[in-house]
C-alpha cells in the first residue's frame, strides 16, 4: 500500500500532496515499530520527491534531520544516500521529466537532513569525480529566441537599465524542474562550500581539455554560486574568474603581425597559451577569431554573452580593482557594443556601463573619453593589417 501511495508524489493536488505528506511523515517519523524496516526509507524517499512548495514540507524535512542526529534514521538516510548517487548520474541528463526531478529533489533531501560533516563525505568524492560535470551537461544553456542573429531587433531601455542576458535552461523550462534545480545547487553548494564549488568551476573553465561547450553553463553557475559565498570568498573566486572573461575577449582580434601568423603556422598552441584563446582556438584553426565575426555564429554568441554577463556580475564585487583590466577589454567591449546579433548589444552596453559605474566613471561616454589612449591604441592596432580589419 506505502509503495501504491508513494506513486501519487507528483500529483497535480495541493490537498493530496498536503496529506500525502502528513501520511508519509507520520510512517517515517512517528511509527516506532516501523522505523527499522523498508517501510521508513520509501517514506522518507516519497517524501523528498513530494512537491516542495507544500506548506508542511519544511517542518517534516526539520524533523527528519533531529531524528537523523539522534537515532538510526540517520543510517538510513545515508544509505539511501547512496542509492541516489548512481540514479542521479544515470537520469540527469538522459531521463525523463519525473525522474529528473526525482533525482534532485533526493540527492538533496538526504544531504539536506544529514548532519554537514556525513553529507560532506559521501558527496565530495561523487560530486568530484562526474557530479560537477554531468550537472553541466544537463543544463543545455541557451539564449532566449530563435533569430539571435537578427540585427533589426534591439533594446529600446537604456544601457544602465539593461537586465542580465535571461539564458534558457533547455532541461529545466518547467517551474517544478528549476525549483527542483535550484535547491540541489543550494544545497550541494552549503554542504561542500561555495568557495570549494567555484574553484571547482574555474578549473573547468580554465583547463584548456575541456569542451568549449560547458562554459556557458559554468559561467552560469559560477555566478550563482557565488553569491552564497562570503565577500572575501567572492572576492578570491571572482579574481581569476574575470581573468579568464578578459582573456577571453583578449583573445579576439589580438591579431599577429606578419612574423608571428609564420609562427603561428609552425607552431600550433601549448599549455603556455592562455585558456581562454584555447577554447577559441578549434573554431577558426588557422586564424585568431575577431569581434567583427564574432556574430555570425550563434554559438559564439551564447558564449560571448554568457561571458559578458559573468563581467557584468563580477565588476560590483572586484570594484575598482576592475581599472587594472580597462586596457585589455575596454576596445574589445566597444567594438561588440556595435555587434549585429541584439543580445550581444545590449550585454556589451551593459558590461560598459557596470565597468564605467564601479571605475568612477558617470557613464560609458566619460569611461571612453578618461580612456582614450587604450581606444586609439586599440584602432591603431588593426590598422597595421586592415585587411584583417576592413570596419
Given at each position: 500500500?506505502?509503495?501504491?501511495?508513494?506513486?501519487?508524489?507528483?500529483?497535480?493536488?495541493?490537498?493530496?500532496?498536503?496529506?500525502?505528506?502528513?501520511?508519509?511523515?507520520?510512517?517515517?517519523?512517528?511509527?516506532?515499530?516501523?522505523?527499522?524496516?523498508?517501510?521508513?526509507?520509501?517514506?522518507?524517499?516519497?517524501?523528498?520527491?513530494?512537491?516542495?512548495?507544500?506548506?508542511?514540507?519544511?517542518?517534516?524535512?526539520?524533523?527528519?534531520?533531529?531524528?537523523?542526529?539522534?537515532?538510526?534514521?540517520?543510517?538510513?538516510?545515508?544509505?539511501?544516500?547512496?542509492?541516489?548517487?548512481?540514479?542521479?548520474?544515470?537520469?540527469?541528463?538522459?531521463?525523463?521529466?519525473?525522474?529528473?526531478?526525482?533525482?534532485?529533489?533526493?540527492?538533496?533531501?538526504?544531504?539536506?537532513?544529514?548532519?554537514?560533516?556525513?553529507?560532506?563525505?559521501?558527496?565530495?568524492?561523487?560530486?568530484?569525480?562526474?557530479?560537477?560535470?554531468?550537472?553541466?551537461?544537463?543544463?543545455?544553456?541557451?539564449?532566449?529566441?530563435?533569430?539571435?542573429?537578427?540585427?533589426?531587433?534591439?533594446?529600446?531601455?537604456?544601457?544602465?537599465?539593461?537586465?542580465?542576458?535571461?539564458?534558457?535552461?533547455?532541461?529545466?523550462?518547467?517551474?517544478?524542474?528549476?525549483?527542483?534545480?535550484?535547491?540541489?545547487?543550494?544545497?550541494?553548494?552549503?554542504?561542500?562550500?561555495?568557495?570549494?564549488?567555484?574553484?571547482?568551476?574555474?578549473?573547468?573553465?580554465?583547463?584548456?581539455?575541456?569542451?568549449?561547450?560547458?562554459?556557458?553553463?559554468a559561467l552560469w553557475l559560477l555566478t550563482s554560486v557565488a553569491p552564497m559565498a562570503t565577500r572575501e570568498e567572492m572576492a578570491a573566486v571572482y579574481q581569476p574568474a574575470f581573468q579568464f572573461c578578459v582573456d577571453y575577449f583578449g583573445a579576439l582580434d589580438s591579431a599577429p603581425?606578419?612574423?608571428?601568423?609564420?609562427?603561428?603556422?609552425?607552431?600550433?598552441?601549448?599549455?603556455?597559451?592562455?585558456?581562454?584563446?584555447?577554447?577559441?582556438?578549434?573554431?577558426?584553426?588557422?586564424?585568431?577569431?575577431?569581434?567583427?565575426?564574432?556574430?555570425?555564429?550563434?554559438?559564439?554568441?551564447?558564449?560571448?554573452?554568457?561571458?559578458?554577463?559573468?563581467?557584468?556580475?563580477?565588476?560590483?564585487?572586484?570594484?575598482?580593482?576592475?581599472?587594472?583590466?580597462?586596457?585589455?577589454?575596454?576596445?574589445?567591449?566597444?567594438?561588440?557594443?556595435s555587434a549585429n546579433a541584439p543580445l550581444l548589444r545590449d550585454q556589451a552596453q551593459r558590461a560598459l556601463s557596470v565597468l564605467a559605474q564601479t571605475t568612477g566613471a558617470v557613464s560609458i561616454p566619460e569611461l571612453l573619453k578618461g580612456n582614450i589612449d587604450y581606444v586609439v591604441?586599440?584602432?591603431?592596432?588593426?590598422?597595421?593589417?586592415?585587411?584583417?580589419?576592413?570596419?
Amino acid at each position: 500500500m506505502l509503495w501504491r501511495l508513494a506513486g501519487l508524489r507528483h500529483t497535480e493536488h495541493a490537498a493530496i500532496s498536503r496529506a500525502l505528506l502528513r501520511l508519509l511523515s507520520s510512517v517515517a517519523l512517528d511509527c516506532a515499530a516501523l522505523q527499522t524496516t523498508p517501510c521508513a526509507s520509501v517514506a522518507i524517499e516519497a517524501c523528498f520527491a513530494l512537491d516542495h512548495s507544500v506548506p508542511e514540507y519544511a517542518k517534516h524535512v526539520d524533523r527528519l534531520a533531529i531524528l537523523c542526529r539522534d537515532s538510526d534514521h540517520g543510517r538510513t538516510v545515508a544509505q539511501l544516500l547512496d542509492s541516489a548517487l548512481p540514479m542521479f548520474d544515470r537520469y540527469i541528463a538522459r531521463g525523463s521529466e519525473t525522474q529528473r526531478l526525482d533525482v534532485l529533489a533526493l540527492v538533496a533531501g538526504y544531504a539536506r537532513v544529514l548532519p554537514k560533516p556525513e553529507a560532506h563525505a559521501q558527496l565530495s568524492p561523487w560530486w568530484t569525480a562526474r557530479g560537477l560535470r554531468l550537472l553541466l551537461e544537463s543544463l543545455g544553456v541557451s539564449l532566449p529566441g530563435t533569430s539571435l542573429l537578427i540585427s533589426e531587433v534591439a533594446s529600446d531601455s537604456s544601457s544602465a537599465d539593461r537586465a542580465p542576458v535571461p539564458f534558457v535552461l533547455d532541461s529545466y523550462r518547467t517551474v517544478e524542474l528549476r525549483a527542483a534545480l535550484d535547491e540541489f545547487v543550494r544545497v550541494v553548494t552549503l554542504v561542500m562550500s561555495p568557495a570549494k564549488v567555484c574553484a571547482q568551476l574555474l578549473a573547468l573553465l580554465t583547463a584548456p581539455g575541456e569542451p568549449s561547450t560547458l562554459r556557458p553553463a559554468a559561467l552560469w553557475l559560477l555566478t550563482s554560486v557565488a553569491p552564497m559565498a562570503t565577500r572575501e570568498e567572492m572576492a578570491a573566486v571572482y579574481q581569476p574568474a574575470f581573468q579568464f572573461c578578459v582573456d577571453y575577449f583578449g583573445a579576439l582580434d589580438s591579431a599577429p603581425n606578419a612574423q608571428e601568423e609564420e609562427e603561428e603556422e609552425a607552431s600550433p598552441l601549448d599549455a603556455s597559451d592562455s585558456p581562454a584563446l584555447q577554447s577559441l582556438a578549434h573554431m577558426r584553426p588557422h586564424a585568431k577569431p575577431s569581434v567583427a565575426a564574432l556574430d555570425s555564429d550563434s554559438d559564439r554568441v551564447l558564449q560571448s554573452c554568457a561571458v559578458l554577463n559573468a563581467i557584468s556580475a563580477i565588476v560590483p564585487t572586484i570594484g575598482s580593482g576592475a581599472a587594472y583590466y580597462l586596457d585589455l577589454l575596454l576596445f574589445p567591449l566597444l567594438q561588440i557594443s556595435s555587434a549585429n546579433a541584439p543580445l550581444l548589444r545590449d550585454q556589451a552596453q551593459r558590461a560598459l556601463s557596470v565597468l564605467a559605474q564601479t571605475t568612477g566613471a558617470v557613464s560609458i561616454p566619460e569611461l571612453l573619453k578618461g580612456n582614450i589612449d587604450y581606444v586609439v591604441e586599440g584602432c591603431s592596432q588593426q590598422l597595421r593589417l586592415v585587411e584583417l580589419h576592413p570596419q
